[in-house]
């Protein structure tokens, strides 16, 4: 698992922050979610900070949607609770536009009155770079450019936490890398918690402030990222941080 482009992630700040000391934005306690009487979830516990970008590792069918899901209100568990901010948005990793809606009518979208402005659009729009398409089908859309607009649909609503389901995975390469930069930005403008489900190990050191691995129903690996922005691919600590993760993933190391 290699990066081929290198990019700096210059947006976020150097000191490192105390999240601790922030409110709360996520308390899940105890969550469990079965399936066929199997649990996804088994007693889970999560804490996110408000302002915090956490990433969420786990092997696929470990669960990660699934608690996405139940952080988004889409799903119920089974048992136990979770408290999140009633200004909550998701990211799937399709961009899912309504296709007879032009892109700004998209960002906009379930919004009322002044809410629902071209002008609120447009900025949003701008944000993620995408204003001159604000008149256009999704259908004439490039992949990276759809995510964009579901981008900018999630960030209009000003979410209090931002909930992101492997977002870039059907991006190619550089399109992905430039989005990865970009969602690091606009959080850092924005100041959402973020919940960013990846199966990409780098993508979560680059971007995260902290490091979840979701095993067996519960989050079995939590780890802060200490390795100052703007943070590269690569390096002693970088890559000792890739090896743990790639370990705890199951994933075997070559010599
Ligand atoms: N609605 C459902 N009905 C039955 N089983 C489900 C349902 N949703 C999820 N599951 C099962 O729960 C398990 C976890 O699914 P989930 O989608 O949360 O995994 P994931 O970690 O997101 O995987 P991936 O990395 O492949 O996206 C899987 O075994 C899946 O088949
Ligand atoms: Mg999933």
Request: include cysteine; glycine fraction near 8%; hydrophobic fraction near 45%.
């Amino acid at each position: 698992m290699s990066t081929a482009f290198a990019i700096d992630f210059a947006a976020r700040d150097f000191v490192e922050i105390d999240f601790s000391h922030h409110p709360v934005a996520v308390h899940a306690s105890e969550v469990t979610r079965r399936f066929s009487g199997q649990p996804v979830l088994d007693s889970l516990d999560l804490t996110i900070h408000s302002g915090e970008f956490v990433a969420l590792l786990g092997a696929s069918g470990s669960g990660k949607t699934t608690l996405l899901r139940i952080l988004a209100g889409l799903d119920a568990p089974d048992g136990g609770e979770a408290w999140v901010p009633e200004a909550r948005t998701v990211v799937f990793q399709e961009p899912r536009l309504v296709q007879s809606k032009t892109v700004w009518k998209n960002v906009v979208i379930g919004l009322a009155g002044k809410h629902a402005s071209r002008e609120r659009a447009g900025a949003a729009l701008a944000e993620v770079g995408l204003d001159h398409r604000a008149d256009a089908w999704p259908a004439t859309l490039s992949g990276g450019e759809a995510q964009r607009a579901a981008l900018a649909r999630a960030l209009v609503r000003e979410p209090k936490l931002l909930l992101l389901d492997e977002p870039f995975a059907a991006l190619d390469a550089l399109t992905r890398l430039k989005m990865q930069r970009l969602i690091g930005e606009l959080c850092q403008a924005h100041g959402p918690a973020t919940l960013l489900v990846t199966h990409d190990v780098e993508e979560a050191i680059l971007l995260a402030d902290r490091i979840l691995v979701l095993k067996e129903g519960r989050i079995a690996f939590d780890r802060r990222v200490r390795l100052p922005h703007p943070r590269r691919a690569g390096g002693a600590d970088f890559d000792a941080l890739r090896d743990t993760l790639l370990a705890e993933l199951g994933v075997p190391q070559a010599e």
